[in-house]
């Protein structure tokens, strides 16, 4: 792998089925236009790097398939630089980077700065009001970005300070913004895992839309369930073949930041319908730090955006 486009990063962050393919090619300027367009949002948009304060010109900010996807541009034509990031099923609270795609677009380049490279992700941000009835949204945020190009040697960019105040945004806030009647339970090597919040992302990457399903607790470690969209009630095994398997399972810390990717286990559906998915689960995952095994757990979402 030597050149990431960022669909592929998408994938990777909402997925966690790793890399489609390999490429070598820039990332398709018409998917950074799918984004959103400049100068059709209100409010402030910043961020500190490079001994600069960048402040966005024109800014873009659009819900669509349970995901927000904001942009701060400045300059105009061939001049034009972006930053941007993505999260999933968004509401109040913080973001941590294996759920977030950021990135950094300078002028006149064909590859970005992103906050994802082959070892490691960075990057966070924490939504701090969302105003459903002045469909306005704020919060700060932050993160690496590594060169997309690994082919050349460029030192990575730390964006400091982020914030967005007062954005409005195109589209509906999933569930309104807040939490709704999402249910995700598990325990953890033998212990209740302590979920306070239950955040469901459906995206598509390249392979098919999959569901996501994320228990939260309140440090933000969360363990996440995860299956193709167009699976019927019935229960599928986790192989630990992530091109292959239709289903999937991770546990991910903040502190010390790790990731556990299921290798054995299953998913059962119980019951779907066009608006929500129900079921249990249990896998054993790996990760730099070990071995976690989760069990007895169980979902039932809503997942139409």
């Known amino acids: 792998m030597k050149k990431m486009k960022i669909v592929q990063v998408f994938t990777l962050l909402f997925l966690a089925i790793g890399f489609v393919a390999c490429d070598t090619e820039p990332v398709d300027p018409v998917l950074l236009d799918n984004i959103g367009n400049p100068g059709t949002s209100q409010g402030t948009f910043k961020v500190d790097f490079s001994g600069q304060t960048y402040e966005a010109t024109a800014i873009t900010a659009v819900i669509n398939d349970g ?126 895992f302590p979920v306070a919040n ?26 996440i369930v995860s299956m193709k969209a167009s699976l019927n009630p019935g229960t599928y095994n986790i192989t630990g073949n992530i091109l292959e398997d239709v289903v999937g399972g991770r546990y991910t810390t903040t502190s010390p930041e790790a990731m556990y990717m299921a290798t054995t286990g299953s998913v059962t559906i119980n019951s779907k319908t066009e608006t929500r998915i129900a079921g249990t689960f249990a896998f054993t995952a790996t990760g730099s730090e070990g071995t976690v095994t989760v069990t007895e757990g169980t979902f039932d979402v809503d997942y139409s955006f």
């Open 67 to 192: 995901m927000l996807a904001i942009s701060g541009y400045r300059g105009s034509g061939g001049n034009t630089e972006q930053i941007a990031f993505l999260v999933p099923n968004p509401e109040v609270g913080s973001f941590s980077g294996d759920d977030l795609l950021m990135y950094y677009q300078p002028a006149g380049e064909e590859y970005q700065y992103i906050n994802f490279n082959l070892e490691q992700v960075s990057g966070s941000v924490n939504i701090t009001s969302i105003d459903t009835a002045n469909h306005t949204v704020s919060g700060t945020f932050s993160f690496t970005g590594w060169w997309s190009n690994d082919e050349e040697e460029v030192a990575p960019i730390e964006f400091t300070n982020g914030s967005f105040t007062n954005v409005t945004y195109q589209g509906t806030m999933p569930g309104g913004g807040e939490t709704g009647d999402d249910i995700l339970t598990a325990v953890l090597d033998g212990t209740n």
């Open 198 to 223: 239950v955040a469901v992302a459906v995206a598509d990457g390249g392979l098919g839309e999959t569901i996501s399903i994320n228990g939260l607790d309140a440090n933000q470690n969360k363990v």
